[in-house]
């Protein structure tokens, strides 16, 4: 069974909330990733840690690896489109 903890999903509505309601496109949506990238961690930390050890050792690795990945191609790509003068995710300038 996989459960999030309360206090979290409660911080990460009130967070995302405030970022529709600022207009704040790309903060909520790195917002929602850390929140999810922790959470997918807390499911893989239960769901290897019960097996092989070697298992969970490179499920960690990898996890760690790729989610850095993204992370960072996710920054790069926020900077390229605030360097081109776009303001949010639509493409549209005004």
Do not use: K
């Not at 191609?73 to 900077?79: D, G």
């Amino acid at each position: 069974m996989i459960s999030i903890p309360g206090m979290e999903a409660i911080v990460l509505l009130v967070l995302l909330t405030l970022c529709m309601l600022l207009h704040l496109n790309r903060t909520g949506l790195v917002t929602a990733y850390i929140f999810t990238y922790r959470w997918g961690l807390l499911f893989g930390e239960q769901y290897f840690s019960a097996g092989d050890m070697r298992f969970y050792h490179v499920f960690l690795t990898s996890y760690i690896v790729f989610g850095i990945l993204v992370l960072t191609l996710v920054l790069v790509a926020m900077m390229m489109a605030t360097r081109s003068g776009s303001d949010d995710c639509s493409g549209r300038q005004e």
